[in-house]
Each structure stands twice: as C-alpha cells, then as structure tokens.
C-alpha cells in the first residue's frame, strides 16, 4: 500500500479508482481496502478537498483542473487497466476523462455510486451556490461545530460516523467550494454526464442506496447496463452498507 499526502494506492490488475463527490474526501473509500482485496484501489483527495491543498485558480475550470490532476496521477502509476467509481457529483469528470484517449482505452468498467446525473439530483450543490456570503459563513461555521447538518443517513449510526463525514469539510477553501458547485450545476443541465454516459461503450453500472431509490428515473436508469440497490444506506450507502456495496 502506498501512502501519499492526498491519495493512498495499492498496486492490482484492474484497478478501481474512487472520487469522492462534493465535500468528500478519500476517507469515504476506506472499507474498499477490506472488501476488494484482490483489486487494486486508488482513492484520492480532490484539489480544495481533505488533505489536499494545492493552490487552484480561481479563474479557470475547477472541474477542468480537476480532471488533469487526475490524469497528472494516473500517468505517475501508469495503471494498466481500470475501472472508474464515482460517487455524487464526481460523476461531473465523467465526460473529459473520457476526452483523454490514454485513459479511455484503459476504461473497461464505470461505476456510479449514487451518480449525479439529472437536474433533480443537485438540490445540495444549489442550496450552497445561490447562498448569499453571510449565510453560507454561517452555515459553514454551525456544520464544523455540529457535521449533523450535512446529509447523511439516518439508518445506521456508526461511532466513525463524525471522523469521516467531517474530515472533508474541515479543510476545504469556501470560495473553491462555491464555485466548483456552480460548475457542476452548470455540467448537469448540459446533461454532459447523460450524453457520455450513452455514446460510451463501456459497460455502466448505477448503485442507488435505499433511501434514494426513487428518485432515478427510466431515462437515467436506461443509460446504465445494471443498476444495483444497497440496503440500510443513505447517500452514502459506501459507508452505511461496505459488504453490500463492494460486493
């Protein structure tokens, strides 16, 4: 296992790589070491998230460099074949991996954990855009005193429940938070995701937690050649139902 400041890589043939949504961090992927022991794993902090602090413009697309920090990381491993694991919103990269040619011909599986890919499913990412400053300082500052304001499930209460949901909103940046938001936002409702998700022919499968089960329509369930349900999960069934999930 290789330990980085901001990812954490073990060596296998294929590969799954996880990215983490909006204020995740690769914390959230920890139960895959366990339960995909035969595989290899990457997960990684995104700019502006966990532990990674590298310095982004502001004035350029955050998706954009998002996309090539991970490219910039996938050619440093020179990963043989993979598979793509994106939880909520990350599934905005989504249409520019795919745009990176060396990567593409490496793809032989994308999985969608609770993908973001349809107007209906970014209300989070639109109540934090369209804050005014004072109230999203204050709503940033009552969440690091009390994380239970974030999402998540209800279902099960675990003791690492506060560790890992909150690692990833003590570091961010605000103003990297915001506008990465809009982005998304702006990416959805381009229906960018949909449009990649059905050109590729790269076998797709969605996972929806059970608390969200009814909001994936036929349309976006279609683009997907299987769509599992994990039991006893929220949001973030990865970390409500591992053994479900991974299996």
């Not at 460099?65 to 694991?85: A, C, F, M, P």
């Not at 109540?127 to 109230?135: G, Q, R, T, V």
């Not at 690091?144 to 690492?160: E, F, P």
């Not at 937690?209 to 999960?233: A, I, T």
Request: with cysteine; proline share 2%.
């Amino acid at each position: 296992l290789i330990r980085k400041k901001y990812y954490k890589y073990r060596s296998g043939n294929p590969t799954l790589i996880f990215f983490h949504g909006l204020c995740g961090n690769r914390n959230h992927f920890d139960e895959s070491f366990k339960y995909l022991k035969k595989k290899g794993i990457l997960t990684l902090d995104l700019l502006g998230f966990g532990r990674n602090q590298e310095i982004i413009k502001l004035k350029s697309s955050i998706v954009k460099q998002q996309v090539e920090l991970i490219t910039k990381i996938l050619s440093k491993l020179n990963l043989e074949k993979l598979t793509l694991v994106f939880h909520s919103l990350s599934t905005v990269f989504l249409p520019f991996i795919l745009r990176k040619k060396k990567i593409k011909n490496k793809i032989s599986n994308i999985i969608l954990i609770e993908g973001d890919v349809d107007r209906d499913q970014v209300i989070w990412a639109k109540k934090i855009s369209e804050m005014k400053k004072k109230k999203y300082d204050e709503y940033i500052k009552n969440f690091k005193r009390n994380n239970k304001i974030i999402m998540i499930s209800q279902l099960i209460k675990k003791k690492n429940y506060k560790l890992i949901y909150s690692h990833g909103f003590k570091n961010f940046n605000s103003l990297v938070l915001r506008k990465f938001s809009k982005e998304c936002i702006k990416i959805i409702n381009e229906k960018k995701v949909n449009l990649s998700l059905k050109k590729t022919k790269i076998d797709k499968l969605l996972i929806i937690s059970q608390r969200n089960k009814n909001l994936y329509n036929k349309k976006v369930k279609k683009l997907f050649n299987q769509v599992k349900y994990v039991n006893n999960s929220g949001h973030y069934p990865m970390i409500d139902n591992p053994f479900k999930t991974y299996r």
